[in-house]
C-alpha cells in the first residue's frame, strides 16, 4: 500500500465504498435496506434460501484490493433467525497469497487448506433463554440455525493471530467481503486497535485508554445505543476471535462462556485483553506451527516449570513512599506474579506479528533462554483477569504495547565464518548474502533488505537452485543443520542435519532435485553427501541419496547444470569429476601432470554451450592459489590449456601496469566465473578482473581493499558480484563500467558505536583497528580511520561534527569528520580506555581507563584540552567497556562503578570532586555472595535518578542525593547485563545480555514488562536508542538497526508519568527543565552564541563617544565578519548650496533617528530587488569543486533587474554581465562561459577597473547587509569580500587611476564608501541627504568625483592622508527650470562639465568649477536611466525604450558666466542616430569612440550596437518574468523554455542562443513538452496557458499549428503520451484531458483528481501485463492533495485503466500556509517504481513499488522539495528548494551534495534525455549543468 497512515485509528469500510450508491460495491439476490428499531439507524438486510446467492460484495470489481491493513476486523450483524448465513473474506499475505477466511453456522466443523479456513458459527441468544442455557450445558451440536432470540452482534476478528496460527503466514491486507445471506448488517470497520464496544468514550477518558495502549472505545458511528440505567452486555453480544473463555473442542467462533466477574463500585473493566489466553486449537493446526514460529514469539514460561512466587505489594506500603512513586518495594523484592504450568510449546500468544520479529535462538539453550524470563517478565495468571486496585491510576496494564515493539529494519554485516557464498537472483536484482547467523538478500537498486532467520551457529555455506526459487544453506560447527528456503517467500520448508561436521560446501542441482554438500566426518576425514531434495517443495522429506568419505581435500564442489548426477570439485592438489550412479557416488580425478601440486580454489563450467552439443563436450574451467587457470576437457579428463596470471613489473611506484600471463611468481586467484562473454576472476591483489574468453586481454577490472573472495556473473552477465575477505560486498556494471558497492562490514566485533542525531551518521570502533562512520539511512560507509592501535569506544560530540575515540593504550584521540583530520591526542591513560563521553551541553568530555583513572577535559575547544586527571577512583578491568561512564541529561553529574566493584561513585561533572559513594554489595543482606556492579546510566527525566545493573542480574534504581534504594528488578537477564539505556521521554529502557536484547516498560506498571529479541550471534557489546527516539542500534558481531515501534509521547507533561515532579517531590528540581529538553535529531534553530562575542553597541547608546573617538575603519573579509556590526567611522561635513549650512556628525545622526521608513525613490533608475518568496539555507556544506556532481556549464540570459550590471572593455577583451548570484565572464566570439560563484543573492551592479584586472560585483539587500566581492578577473578567483551597506549597493566605480574604488547604497541607506584598492581597506564614508542613484569618478582628476541623487548632484573632493581619507561633499539641487525631478544618472564629458540626466528626460550640463549648471534640453519623453559620453558624442537610453546618440560639440561653446543657458534655435544639440530597443535600457559599454557598444535592457536582453551601420545584434537573450518550465528535445540539440510573459523561447543546446520565440500576449505560459520525435520537420512542441488553451508550435515552420482549448481554468501540465498518438494536459481543478494531437479532440477526460491542482504528469513506455492490465504505456498524475493515480493505456485501442491509487498522509496546516507542490515521477531504471515527494509529516522522497503496492525505500529531505527531476543515468535525483538549494542525490545510496547558485526559490530542474545535462530555474534565471555524477 502507498501509506498506512489514513487508515487509522479505523475504517469505516460502508463509508468509504459509498455502499449505498452501488458503485463500487455490488449486491445481488434480495438485499435491501430499513430502518433499525433497535439500533435506530438504516441497516441492510440479505435473504434468500440459498446464501450464496444474496449477497454485499466490497469491492465490486475482484481484480481490485481494498487494501486494509488492520489487522483486526470488526463486523455489526444480526443472524436471521432459524436461518444459515456466511461470511467471506479474501486475506492478502506477505507470501503472496489470498487466502479465503469463512465462517458460518452452516459449517459443522473446523476445515483448512493451503488457502481456505472454514470456522463454525455458534449463534449467541438472549440472556437467560432456553437456548443460551442449553448450550452452556452441551458439549457439542449447537452448530446450526440461528435462534430466535439472536441478538445484534459486534464481532472482532484478529485476522493476523489467525493467519498466523493456523497457515502460519503473515498478514498483509484485507482484499475483499462478502456477506451472504442470510442476516442483517449495520456496517463493519478495521483497525489496528483492540476495540471494547462496551466502553463509552466519557469511561475511556476517565481511564485514561488511548490508541498509544492498543485500546479505547469503539467509534460512534459504530456503536451501539444504549438506553439510560441499561447494561451493554444485557442487549448485545460481543464476540472475539480467538476467544478468551472455554471453547468447544473444535475450532469455532462463538461467544464467550465465561462466568460474570465481580465489578468494582465504580463499574470498572479491564482495558486490555488477558495475556495469557490461548486458544485450543486442533492438532492437525498445532502440527502446523512451527519451530521457527515459535522462537519469534516473545518468551513465555518453559514447560512443567513453577514459578517463583513473591509477596504482593501490600497497599499500605505506599503511604510511605514518594508520591511520585505508585509502586515501591522497600523489601527489594520484585513485583508480584503468578505462573501457571501450562504448555505453551505449541500456543503462539494472540496478537503477536511473527513476521515482524527476527530472532532465532539455540535449541540447545531453548529451556534456558524461556528460564530467563521465567519469573519477572512473563504473567500467565490463573485469574481470567488481573486483580484490580481500588483507582485505575494505579491498576497495572496486561502486557508492554505494542508487541512487537521492535523490528529488525537494516543490519550492516557481511560475512562471519566465510565470505565465498555470495549468490545472484535470477533477475539481478538483489545479491544474497551471509552475516553471522543470518542470511540477507539485498536489493541492488533500493538496498531493501530481507532476512532469512532460523540459523543457530554462524552460517558456512549458501546456494541457490537454477531458477533461484529455492536456497539451501548451512551452518558451521559440530552440529551442521542445513535448511531449504522458498526464497520468494522468506519462508524455510525444511531442515535437517547435515551428516557432517563443518560443512563448507553447499550446491544445487539446477532443477532443485539434488542437493550436494562437503563437510567433515568426525574422524575429520572429508566427506560429501547427495541429497534428494525433489519433493521439498510440496513439503516432502529430504532423504539421502548417497554418501562417500574421502581422503582427498575439497574446497569447492558444484552440480553440473546439465545434469543432476555430475558434480565437479576442486581443492588442494586435485581436481575430480564425481557421478552417482546406481545409488553410488564415484569420482574421477583429473591427470593434473607437472601441475599436480598446486592448490586449486575454484573451479566452474563452460557457459554459452549450443543446446545441440553432447552432453560430455565441455570445458571445465580452475584457478589456484599460484595465479593458474586451468582449462579442462570435461569427456576427456584432461588437462586443456593452463595460463597463469602475474603481477606486471612496478616501473613506477606511482603507476600499475596491468598483470599478464607470463612466466614468474603468480597472484593467487580465489574465484571465477565464466559468462557467454568474458571470464571474471577475483584475486588475492584486490583486483576483480574481466577476461576475454580466450585470456588474451583484460576488458575491466575494479580494485579493491581486500583479497576478492568470490566473483559471480549475473545471469544476464551484465554485472558481476564480487566479495572480499575484509567484508566488503559489491558488484560491476558492465556497460557502464561503473562499480557500486553494496555493504561494507568490519573485519571482527564491533565493541562499541555512537549516533550523530543531528546529521543520522553512526561511528563504530572494531577488533578489527578501525574506526567507521556510517551514514545511517543509506547503511554506506562515510569514513574509515585506520590505526595501529585497537580503538575500544567512541563517543559523538553532541553538536559539532567531530568524536573521540579510546584505544587499548590508552590514547585518546578526537577526529574532525568535516576534515577527516586529528584534531587532539591525550595520552594520560595507562591502560585501556573502557568508557569515553560528552555532557550533554558539549562543554566537557571524560573518559576512564581499566587501571583506574579517570580524566575530565575542555570540549569546548578545539584541542580539549585535559582540565583533571584522578587516579584509582575507577573500578579496574575491562569488562565494564565500553560505557563504563555516565553523565546526567543537565551535564552536572557523573556516575560510574569504582573504586571498586561493589562501589558506584557520583561525582561533579564539572570537577570530579565526588558527592556520593553507594555500595551495592550491602543492599540484598539475604544474598549468599556480594553483588558488584557492572553498569550505570542516568535517568533522562532527573539527574537524582541512577539506574545500575548488577552482577545479580538485578536492575536498581538508586536516589542521587541520598543514596537510597527506591525499587529494583531481578532476574533481568540470565547472563550479565552487557549495556543499559533509558529512552529520552522515560517511557522505555533498553537491555542486553548475551545476545539478547531486551525492551522494558520503565516504569514497571504491566503484568509483563518486557520483550526480548533475539539475532546476534555472538555477545551484544553495547545497545541504545536513537537520539530521535525511533530505533535501536545494537552491536556485537555486526550492526543490527532496528526500528522502534512504540508510540512517541503526546505531550512531555504526561500526567501518566511515574515521575511528574511536584513540590514534595525529590526529583523535582530538574524534572520540568530536562523534559523540555528532549533531543528529537534535529539541530536548535539558533546556535547560542559564545559569552564572549557578546558586545555593546557604542552607536546606539552613546553617539557623542563614536563623533568624538571615531573608531578605525576595518576591512570586512567576509559575510560572516560584516554582518556583524558597521564599521564605526566618523561623519563628514555635507556642504548644502541652497541654504549653505554644513551639517555636523551629531546633527546628522540626530536627523537619521528622527526620519521615518526610507521611501523608494520614483524612478526606475534605483535599483530594487525583485520580490523573493524564498528564505536563504545558510547552513548547507557546499562540495570541494574537484568533488562536484554536476557542474556550471552555461547560463541562459541576462538580469534585466540590476543596474550597470554589464562590463565591456574592448581593449582587453573582457564581458561580463550578472543573472541571478553568478557573474559570467564571456567569450564574444566562441561563446564560452566562465563562472564566478560566491553570491548568494541577486546582484545589484558590477564595475571594471581600467586595466581590466580587477571586477567588482555587489548583492545583497534589501533586509540584509550587502557583500562585496573583488575578483581576480584573469584567475577567476575571488581576491576579498568587503560590506558596509545596510542594504543594497546601488552604484560601484573605479577611479581613473584604479586607486580607489566606491561603492553607494540605496535609498534605504543612502551613503558612500571609499575603498583603497590596493587591500580594500575601508578609508571614509559619507551619509548623503537623500537616496544615491550613480556616481562616477572624472576621467582626469582622481580625487574628483560626482553623484546624482533625489536631492540635486553631489561634488565631491577626496583629500587623502596617511592610511584614511576625507571626502568633501557639497550638494547642488537641480535647477527649477526641470521642475521636481531626480537626477538619475551622470557622466563626465572629458574634464571639463558634467552631463547629468532626469527622470523627466531632461539633460543639464554642470560647470565642474563654479559647479552651476549652464545647459538643459530635453533629450527624451521618459526617465534616462543610462548616460554616457565620449568625446563630443552623448549616449542616451530611457525607459522609453529609445537609445539616442547625440552630437554635444556645441555645449562646450556654451559654458558662460549665466547659471541656466536654455536651448533655442540658434544652438542646437544633434540626435546623431537612435534605435529602439526591446526594454528599458539598464547598463550600457562602449568603445572609446562611440561607434560600437553593448547595452542591458529590463527585457533580459544585451544588445550588440555598432552605430556605423545602424545595427544591432541580439548578444544574450533570457526571460523577463518568472521561467515556469524547461524541457529538452529527445535529440538534445535544442531547449525551450516558458514563462509568465506568455512566451515561449526554443533555444540552441550548443550556443545557447536564441532560435525562434513564440509570444501569446496577455496570457501566461504555465508548461510545455516536446514531441517524442523531435528531430526534423516533425519536431513540435506543446504548451499550456493561464486561459486553459493548449497551443502547438511546429518547429520547421515557426507557426502555431493547432490550438486547442480543453480546460476552462490554467493549464498546469501537460506532456505527449509516448507514443505521441495523444496529449495529456492537466488544469488546475484537478481535470486530466486527453486530447489527439492530430485533431486536437479532446477523447477523454479523467476527474479523478477534481479539486486539487496537479503539479506532475508524466508518461512512459511500458508492458502493463506484469501489473494483471493490458497496455503498452503508463501514465502518473500528482495531485496538490498528495494523491497520485497511475494508469495503464494503450491508446490504439482507447484503453485507459487505474492501475493504482496513492494517497499520501500529511498534517493539518492553516489555510494560510503556502505549501509545497506533490511531485511525481516514474524512476527512469525501473518504471514500477515512482518516486514521490510532497508536503506530509516528513521531508522525504518515497518509493514506492507497482510491483509490491507499498513504499520500499525513503530518502529524508533538508528542506521541502518544489521540483525534481530524475536522470537515466547514474539513478541521481535533482531537487529543488524555497530555500534555493538545488540538491543532487544519489537514490541508490542517499549520497547528496547541495549547490547555492540560484537568488532565488526553485520553480523547476530538468535532466537531459541523456542524463548528461541538467537545467534548473529560479524565477528568470536558467542555469545548464554538466553531470559528472556522484
Known sequence: MASAGWQHPYVNIFKHVKVEEWRKSAKAGDVSSYMDKTLKCPVFRIKGPVPTNSYILVPKNTEHSLGLTGHYFYLLFRPTPGKYFMVHLDVAVEEGQVVRISFSNMFKEFRSTATWLQFPFLCGAAKDSVYENTSRSARHGLVGPAPTSVRWTCLMMDLRFTLSVYLNRRYSHLKSIRLCANMVVKNMFTSDLLLDPGVSFREAKQRGLSSSQGTG????????????????????????????????????????????????????????????????????????????????????????????????????????????????????????????????????????????????????????????????????????????????????????????????????????????????????????????????????????????????????????????????????????????????????????????????????????????????????????????????????????????????????????????????????????????????????????????????????????????????????????????????????????????????????????????????????????????????????????????????????????????????????????????????????????????????????????????????????????????????????????????????????????????????????????????????????????????????????????????????????????????????????????????????????????????????????????????????????????????????????????????????????????????????????????????????????????????????????????????????????????????????????????????????????????????????????????????????????????????QHQLDASAMDPVIQGDDPAKPVQTTGPSQSSDSRPAVSFLKVTNLDSFSPLNAHHMDTMELSQNKPVRPDCYKHYIPHLKTSSLDQSIAAPQPQDEGIKLKAVIGYNGNGRGNMVWSPDQGLFAYSCGCVVVVEHLHTGTQRHLQGHSKEISCLAISNDAQTMASAAGGPNSRSLIYIWDVQAGTCRSTVSYHKGAVQSLAFSRDDLFFLSVGDFSDSGLALWRTENFQLLSTVNMSGPIHEAAFSPSAASQMACVGSHGVYFCLIHTHASNADIKVQRVSAPSEVGDVELTALCYHMDSFLLTSSNQGHVCAWDISKQSCFMIWKADDGEIGVLLCRGNRLLTGSNTHWLRLWEVEAVQGLRSAENICRINGETKVVVEQEIMLDGTMVSAAFDTSMDMGIVGTTAGTLWYINWSDNSSIRLVSGHRSKVNDVVFSSDEHHFATCSEDGSVRVWSTSSYELVVQFQVINQACGCLCWSPSSSGDSSSIAAGYGDGTLRIFRLASTDMEMKLHPHYVAVTAVTYSASGHVILSAGKNGLVAVSSSISGATIRVIRDHKGATINSVQCVNEQCKKFGLEGNEMFLAAGADRRVSVWATDWSKEKCDLLDWLSFPAPSNSADDSLPPSLAAFYPADHSLLVYTGYGVEKELSFYSLAKKQIIKKISLTHWATCISLSSKSRLLAVGSRERVLKLIKSTSGKFQDFLQHSDSLQTCRFSPSGMLLFSAAYNEVLLWEVPGL
Open 217 to 1092: 472505545p469503539i467509534p460512534r458511528e459504530m456503536s451501539f445505543p444504549v438506553p439510560k440505567g441499561s447494561s451493554w452486555e444485557d442487549l448485545y453480544d460481543h464476540i472475539k476471535f480467538p476467544s478468551e473463555g472455554t471453547k468447544l473442542p473444535f475450532d469455532s467462533i462463538q461467544k464467550d462462556d465465561l462466568k460474570p466477574k465481580a465489578r468494582s463500585s465504580s463499574n470498572e473493566r479491564s482495558p486490555v485483553t488477558d495475556e495469557c489466553h490461548f486458544a485450543k486449537i486442533s492438532r492437525s493446526v498445532q502440527d502446523r506451527v512451527s519451530l521457527s514460529q515459535q522462537i519469534t514469539i516473545p518468551k513465555l514460561p518453559p514447560r512443567n516449570q513453577t514459578a517463583v512466587v513473591s509477596s504482593m505489594l501490600k497497599l499500605s506500603m505506599l503511604s510511605s513512599q514518594p508520591k511520585d512513586w505508585p509502586c515501591l518495594d522497600d523489601g527489594l523484592r520484585p513485583d508480584s506474579t503468578h505462573f501457571s504450568s501450562q504448555r505453551v510449546s505449541s500456543r503462539p500468544r494472540r496478537g503477536t506479528d511473527d513476521g515482524g520479529i527476527h530472532l532465532y535462538v539455540h535449541p540447545e539453550d531453548a529451556l534456558s533462554v524461556h528460564g530467563e524470563e521465567s519469573e519477572d517478565e512473563v504473567v500467565c495468571t490463573t485469574e481470567s483477569h488481573p486483580v484490580s486496585l481500588p483507582s485505575f491510576k494505579e491498576s497495572k496494564q496486561q502486557k508492554l504495547l505494542p508487541d512487537p515493539i521492535l523490528r529488525l529494519s537494516r543490519i550492516i554485516g557481511f560475512g562471519g565464518a566465510t565470505t565465498r557464498h555470495v549468490l545472484w537472483t535470477k533477475a539481478g536484482d538483489a545479491a544474497v548474502y551471509p552475516c553471522h547467523a543470518i542470511i540477507v538478500s539485498m536489493k541492488i537498486l533500493s538496498n531493501e533488505q530481507r532476512f532469512f532467520i532460523g540459523h543457530t551457529d554462524k552460517i558456512s555455506a549458501l546456494t541457490f537452485n537454477g531458477n533461484t526459487t529455492l536456497l539451501a544453506s548451512a551452518q558451521s560447527g559440530n552440529n551442521s543443520m542445513v535448511r531449504v528456503w522458498n526464497y520468494n517467500q522468506g519462508t524455510c520448508l525444511t531442515m535437517f542435519r547435515g551428516h557432517a561436521h563443518s560443512l563448507c560446501c553447499l550446491s544445487f542441482s539446477y532443477g532443485g532435485g539434488i542437493l550436494c554438500g562437503v563437510g567433515k566426518d568426525g574422524h575429520n576425514k572429508t566427506m560429501v553427501v547427495v541429497w534428494n531434495t525433489m519433493n521439498v517443495s510440496k513439503g516432502g522429506d529430504v532423504t539421502i541419496i548417497t554418501k562417500a568419505h574421502t581422503d582427498v581435500d575439497i574446497t569447492t564442489m558444484k552440480v553440473a547444470f546439465f545434469d543432476d548426477t555430475r558434480m565437479v570439485s576442486c581443492g588442494r592438489e586435485n581436481i575430480r569429476l564425481w557421478r552417482v550412479r546406481n545409488g553410488t557416488l564415484r569420482s574421477c580425478p583429473v591427470n593434473l601432470g607437472e601441475y599436480h601440486s598446486l592448490d586449486f580454489t575454484d573451479v566452474t563450467f563452460e557457459e554459452g554451450i549450443s543446446s545441440d552439443q553432447h552432453i560430455d563436450d565441455r570445458t571445465l574451467f580452475a584457478c589456484t592459489r599460484s595465479g593458474h587457470i586451468f582449462e579442462i576437457d570435461y569427456s576427456r579428463v584432461a588437462v586443456k590449456n593452463v595460463r597463469r596470471l602475474l603481477p606486471g613489473p612496478q616501473q613506477h611506484a606511482d603507476r600499475r601496469e596491468k598483470p599478464t600471463f607470463n612466466t614468474g611468481p603468480g597472484v593467487a586467484i580465489n574465484s571465477i566465473s565464466v559468462s557467454p562473454s568474458f571470464c571474471a576472476t577475483g584475486s588475492e591483489d584486490g583486483f576483480l578482473r574481466l577476461w576475454t574468453l580466450d585470456f588474451s586481454a583484460v576488458i575491466l577490472e575494479a580494485e579493491h581493499e581486500g583479497a576478492v573472495s568470490k566473483v559471480m556473473v549475473s545471469f544476464d552477465g551484465l554485472q558481476v558480484l564480487a566479495a572480499t575477505s575484509t567484508g566488503n560486498l559489491g558488484f560491476l556494471d558492465v556497460s557502464s563500467r561503473g562499480y557500486n558497492t553494496l555493504m561494507r562490514s568490519h573485519a571482527d566485533t564491533v565493541l562499541g558505536f555512537s549516533v550523530d542525531g543531528i546529521r543520522r551518521h553512526l561511528t563504530t570502533a572494531s577488533a578489527d583497528g578501525t574506526i567507521r562512520v556510517w551514514n545511517m539511512d543509506s547503511l554506506h560507509q562515510l569514513y574509515d580511520f585506520v590505526s595501529e592501535d585497537n580503538p575500544c569506544s567512541v563517543a559523538f560530540h553532541p553538536h559539532e561534527q567531530t568524536f573521540s575515540c579510546g584505544f587499548s593504550s590508552g590514547t585518546v584521540r578526537v577526529f574532525d569528520i568535516s576534515s577527516a583530520k586529528l584534531l587532539a591526542e591525550h595520552k594520560q591513560h595507562r591502560g585501556e580506555v573502557i568508557g569515553l563521553t560528552f555532557s550533554s551541553d558539549g562543554e566537557f568530555m571524560f573518559s576512564a581507563d581499566s587501571e583506574g583513572s579517570l580524566a575530565l577535559y575542555t570540549a569546548s575547544e578545539e584541542d580539549h584540552s585535559v582540565t583533571r586527571v584522578a587516579c584509582n577512583v575507577v573500578a579496574r578491568g575491562t569488562e565494564r567497556a565500553p560505557d563504563a561512564l555516565a553523565v546526567s541529561s543537565d551535564s552536572s553529574r557523573l556516575a560510574f562503578v569504582g573504586p571498586s566493584s561493589y562501589i558506584v561513585t557520583i561525582a561533579d561533572a564539572r570537577s570530579l570532586d565526588e558527592l556520593l559513594h553507594v555500595d551495592v554489595s550491602i543492599l540484598d543482606v539475604e544474598s549468599p555472595q556480594l553483588d558488584s556492579a557492572l553498569k550505570v546510566c542516568f535517568s533522562p527525566a532527573s539527574a537524582e535518578l541512577l539506574l545500575i545493573t548488577t552482577s545479580a542480574h538485578k536492575i536498581l534504581w538508586l536516589s542521587t542525593k541520598t543514596g537510597r534504594l527506591l525499587r529494583q528488578v531481578s532476574k533481568v537477564h540470565q547472563h550479565p547485563c552487557s549495556s543499559l539505556a533509558v529512552s529520552e521521554d522515560s517511557r522505555f529502557l533498553l537491555t542486553s545480555g548475551h545476545n539478547a536484547v531486551k525492551v522494558w516498560d520503565y516504569n514497571m506498571t504491566h503484568h509483563v514488562n518486557s520483550q526480548m529479541f533475539i539475532g546476534h550471534s555472538e555477545p551484544i557489546r553495547q545497545v541504545r536508542f536513537t537520539p530521535d527516539q525511533l530505533g535501536v542500534v545494537s552491536v556485537g558481531d555486526a550492526i543490527f538497526l532496528w526500528d522502534f515501534l512504540a508510540d512517541p509521547v503526546e505531550c512531555l507533561t504526561d500526567s501518566s508519568s511515574q515521575f511528574k515532579a511536584s513540590p514534595s517531590s525529590p526529583l523535582a528540581a530538574d524534572t520540568e527543565v530536562n523534559r523540555a529538553q528532549l533531543s528529537n535529531g534535529m539541530p536548535r534553530q539558533t546556535a547560542p552564541l559564545p559569552s564572549s
